[in-house]
């Protein structure tokens, strides 16, 4: 049983030595390709090339980036430095809003 | 300053009491009015004495007065104010030489009738303390308020815009765009009560002494005071509404 079980395997004409490396070959090459189209290679190169789980975020990521660039490049830096200056109209306010009652009582005469 | 005065006043009871008929209006105690039927030599050097009080009194209050009507009037142009047709700046560049004519009419009176007539309209008819200080300061306030007010309503178009954007984009704007609601109300609000606390600021006038004016002005500026203040919270809390909206832009 276990002669017939290995021969076949052990037999060197039935599987060519060049045949299996022409095909991994071929994987690595589009595996690589896929990386350098979907811009991620770099990122992709430091996971677990047995993962392909890992693969899969690679590729899909870029395609979430570039739907929120638009968005996230809206300036507000105008806005804020008008907060600055509503906030020291408020501070202002305040003081005035503190300052007269208290300056009124100065002379109850009048 | 007030104090001071009091003191003086107070020390000159004695002297005012030999006049009591005229000088009543100064607090005199009740039991020296009796004395005012018989004048003598030393009552009319007491008289001259208190005829002096009076328009030292009467000049410090007016300098007083001066001072705090230049602090006033600077106040008011430090910023855009609620007094935009200048009623109040009007006011207060008016009085400061009214109270020097005042003080010139006080110097030169003769009499303690015209010299307490003089010296009471120094408070009565210009309340500078008493109505315009608060007039001016809440007109300062109601100005700063409108600056902000308008400022904060372009700037929630400009945010409604980029939330907007952003929403379109395929982000979750739902927080950004409850603060964005709820800022256009408190800058609603703010802004009717600024208009309501200008018109009441604007209706102020000197009383001349009427108790009702004196009671009309003060209920005036304390409403005023209290949309002012109102107005102040809405602003505040709309700042703070577009801080939320402006991190919830900057997460996307």
């Known amino acids: 049983m276990i002669n017939d079980l290995v021969l076949p395997v052990a037999e060197p004409t039935e599987r060519p030595p060049r045949r299996s490396w022409v095909t991994g070959s071929a994987a690595i090459a589009v595996v690589a390709l896929a990386m350098a189209l979907s811009g991620c290679g770099a990122r992709a190169a430091h996971r677990d090339a047995t993962s392909s789980t890992s693969t899969t975020v690679a590729v899909t990521a870029p395609s979430t980036t570039a739907a929120t660039t638009p968005t996230s490049a809206q300036p507000t830096d105008d806005i804020e430095e008008d907060l600055t200056s509503v906030q020291a109209d408020l501070d202002g306010a305040a003081q005035d809003l503190r300052d007269g009652p208290a300056e009124a009582t100065t002379d109850a005469r009048g | ?252």
């Open chain 2, 1 to 252: 300053m007030h104090l001071p005065l009091t003191s003086t006043i107070a020390r000159g009871a004695a002297v005012f009491a030999v006049v009591a008929g005229i000088t009543a209006g100064l607090a005199l105690p009740a039991s020296a009015a009796p004395v005012v039927t018989k004048p003598t030599a030393a009552s009319g050097a007491a008289a001259a004495t208190a005829l002096d009080q009076i328009k030292a009194a009467g000049a410090a209050a007016i300098s007083q007065r001066e001072a705090q009507l230049t602090k006033l009037a600077g106040r008011l142009s430090a910023a855009p104010s609620c007094d935009a047709d200048g009623t109040i700046a009007g006011i207060i560049a008016a009085d400061g030489p009214a109270l020097a004519g005042i003080g010139t009419k006080l110097a030169a009176d003769t009499t303690l009738v015209d010299a307490k007539a003089d010296y009471q309209s120094i408070f009565d008819d210009y309340r500078v303390y008493l109505v315009v200080t608060p007039q001016a300061y809440a007109a300062a306030a109601c100005g700063r308020i409108d600056v902000a007010t308008t400022t904060l309503t372009a700037d929630q178009a400009k945010l409604d815009t980029r939330v907007k954007a952003a929403a379109a984009g395929g982000a979750d704007m739902t927080a950004a765009e409850a603060a964005l609601t709820d800022m256009g109300t408190k800058i609603a609000d703010a802004t009717t009560k600024g208009d309501r606390a200008a018109a009441s600021l604007a209706a102020l006038v000197p009383d001349h002494g009427d108790k009702a004016v004196i009671g009309s002005n003060a209920a005036a500026v304390d409403a005023a005071h209290a949309d002012l203040e109102s107005a102040h919270a809405d602003l505040t809390a709309a700042t703070q509404d577009a801080r939320t909206i402006i991190a919830a832009l900057k997460a996307v």
